[in-house]
């Protein structure tokens, strides 16, 4: 039974690391599928696969809550489902902990006696303190906390990840078909949410098979009550046809069928990720699951961690053999699964297995030091020093906690993060009264959609994910946002879906015909939608006809090749590099953007004959992204045209040092009579 001393413990916890998330918490839209979660969760939508109704439905809940902006009340959610999550695993660390101590044998002659001896205030104080420790760790490492302070899914899956872990242990342990009832409406309700949730339910029916006849008995007395509790989660997916039908705003996959509905639910448009990586693709994803689980807890934190196992193998051989199940199958998968931006969310099984090793090790550490004898006589007896050395453990204790906190604070801080919305900002600020714009930027998309649907910017201008227009229910997504667009595009839609209709549905279909259509369709809707623009890394022939002109972050599309001016200080883009927010992959792909639409600026500037504008604006492209050969070799163009060979050549150097293989820059410098270094 938990005392209510534990209790209130676990929630103090939770408080402290609820307090942490809210002064780092973001105050808008995050990256990535921020924007899109937080325009499903407002207006009960259906969000990309597989529709995550449970954190939509709770999401609905915390949007209309009447205070703050509608983006902070969803990463308030975030971080308040974090909070619980690190106060349950304290209460998971502290059950599976025994309260006797962990002994540790030492030799005596031929025979192994027993030293460690310890009064009943141990027993009770060294198990809350261990599973402290470990619960601290866990909301201040690097994984969770990035997460509790933006709007996504994942803290709420640690959530259920904890519960379903609880309820397992305690069925494990003789808790009845109560247990084993809880065990399937956790995995129900974690499947409701993300796809996770398999990554510790695999590990768990494994452990049945290979541990002892009583477990495996335990589950067949309580396997009905499982299978009830895990229909009853599972039935939150009846959610997503039932809104489907109903055509809300964001209506992703369009889940109204059987068919379409276990296409979205099994994320069959994600499925070519999975098992399907190569080898070098699958090294990569183990080497950067390496780095980021040796960053999580600090090395100290793993040494701790690695104690805790050795003891919990001694001493719980089941628990251990369960923990090293989780973390083989999290690996494993994560290492086939070939994502992008949030892969670090998929290690969150293994960072809980390794925050309870941290528990063990804090425990196995602390009656270690209760065991210690002041040397007395030949034999080396004495009283047990049971005073001096413990100040000190605790004190390590919180240091460790300490450094967590410390060392991962700037890298998890996004009190000051505005780059998402001032990116979503800048694109509307360039786009026309009525104007289209067409991108293949998700990082820039999503916060728009946020924009438009939940804070009703710029409802005049029409916003099109050229990506998602391979998929058949975003055609129809269009066709309700944008009805006059669309119908003008009629021919070339219908034409396009013709294709795209078979390419679902696993028909033959023809590839060429289908890529012809699908630019005819993009070009139809910048014909027609006219003025446009679009993003950078259009696909070829997209825009053909029309002369580019690059602005702030889009470039418009324009009949006459007309010198337009462009104010380019006037960009909005806070944290690109000023040190507000920690510089991410996502990040640095934002700010190659910025820099990239900023270079060929810079070349068409130096095309309307104005060579130190375009000097200039090449030299805010290269200090927007120091990391970005481009501006500095086309520096080094304009450089030689204008006879400024020594200026050239230092150019090209520049961009040789950061891209040796620009192939460009070394024809340049070896024009002008230099050997590339």
């Not at 009846?238 to 979205?264: D, K």
């Not at 005819?520 to 950078?536: D, K, M, Q, T, Y």
């Amino acid at each position: 039974m938990l005392s209510r001393r534990v209790v209130l413990l676990a929630i103090a916890i939770a408080a402290a690391a609820l307090l942490v998330y809210l002064l780092t918490l973001a105050p808008g839209v995050g990256f990535t599928d921020s924007g899109e979660l937080i325009v499903a969760a407002y207006t009960l939508g259906i969000p990309h696969s597989p529709g995550f109704p449970l954190y939509v439905l709770l999401g609905w809940v915390f949007g209309h809550l009447p205070f703050g902006a509608v983006a902070w009340r969803l990463n308030l959610m975030s971080a308040m489902w974090a909070a619980v999550a690190v106060g349950a695993f304290f209460l998971l660390a502290w059950r599976t902990l025994p309260e006797e101590p962990l002994r540790e044998p030492e030799r005596t002659g031929a025979k192994k006696r027993e030293v460690i001896r310890v009064d009943s205030r141990d027993s009770r104080l060294a198990p809350v303190l261990a599973a402290g420790c470990a619960a601290l760790c866990l909301a201040f490492g690097i994984t969770l906390w990035n997460w509790a302070t933006v709007a996504e899914v994942y803290t709420l899956q640690a959530v259920v990840l904890v519960g379903m872990l609880w309820a397992f242990f305690a069925a494990l342990r003789g808790g009845g078909r109560g247990a084993w009832g809880a065990v399937g409406a956790c995995v129900g309700l974690g499947l409701a949410n993300h796809h996770v949730m398999t990554l510790v339910f695999a590990p768990a029916m494994l452990f049945l098979l290979l541990s002892a006849r009583e477990h495996r008995r335990a589950f067949v007395r309580g396997w009905i009550p499982a299978m009830l509790g895990l229909l009853l989660g599972l039935s939150l997916y009846l959610y997503l046809p039932i809104r489907a039908a109903q055509q809300p705003l964001l209506n992703w996959g369009n889940p109204v069928n059987l068919q379409r509905f276990v296409w979205h639910i099994t994320g069959k448009q994600y499925q070519v990720n999975l098992f399907a990586v190569p080898l070098s693709a699958m090294l990569d994803n183990l080497s950067f699951g390496l780095r980021l689980w040796w960053g999580q807890f600090t090395p100290a934190g793993l040494l701790l961690a690695a104690w805790g196992f050795a003891a919990m193998a001694r001493r719980d051989r089941r628990l251990a053999l369960f923990c090293a199940l989780v973390v083989a199958v999290d690996v494993a998968f994560a290492a086939h699964y070939d994502i992008a931006e949030d892969s670090d969310a998929y290690y969150i099984p293994t960072f809980l297995m390794t925050a309870l090793g941290i528990a063990w090790g804090a425990r196995a550490g602390l009656a270690w030091l209760r065991g210690a004898r002041r040397a007395s006589g030949r034999g080396g007896h004495g009283k047990p020093n049971r005073t001096a050395h413990l100040p000190f453990a605790y004190a390590a204790l919180a240091v460790l906690v300490a450094l967590n906190l410390g060392l991962h604070w700037r890298q998890s801080d996004k009190h000051r993060l505005r780059l998402p919305e001032d990116y979503a900002a800048q694109v509307l600020a360039e786009l026309e009264p009525g104007a289209t714009f067409l991108t293949r930027d998700w990082q820039a998309y999503s916060p728009l959609l946020y924009g438009q649907h939940v804070e009703g910017l710029r409802p005049d201008v029409r916003i099109v994910d050229v990506e998602l227009l391979r998929r058949t229910w975003y055609l129809d997504y269009l066709a309700r946002q944008y009805p006059d667009l669309v119908s003008r595009c009629r021919a070339e839609l219908d034409a396009y879906r013709e294709q795209l209709r078979l390419f679902e549905y696993g028909l033959p279909y023809n590839p060429a015909m289908i890529q012809e259509r699908y630019i005819a369709l993009i070009n139809a809707l910048i014909r027609e939608g006219r003025p446009a623009h679009v993003g950078l890394d259009m696909e070829e022939g997209v825009g053909s006809g029309y002369v580019g002109v690059p602005l702030g972050v889009t470039v418009a599309l324009r009949e006459q090749d007309a010198f337009e001016p462009f104010d380019t200080a006037s960009v909005r883009g806070r944290g690109l590099n000023d040190g507000t927010i920690p510089v991410d992959a996502v990040v640095k792909k934002i700010r190659r953007t910025y820099a990239a639409v900023r270079a060929y600026r810079g070349v068409y500037l130096a095309r309307h004959g104005r060579p130190d504008e375009a000097l200039g604006t090449w030299g805010e492209a290269a200090a927007l992204d120091p990391e970005y050969a481009l501006p500095h070799r086309l520096a080094g163009d304009l450089y030689a045209q204008m006879g400024r060979a020594a200026d050239a050549r230092a150019a090209y150097l520049r961009a040789l040092a950061i891209n040796p293989r620009d192939a460009a820059a070394q024809q340049g410098l070896q024009a002008l009579g230099g050997t590339p270094q």
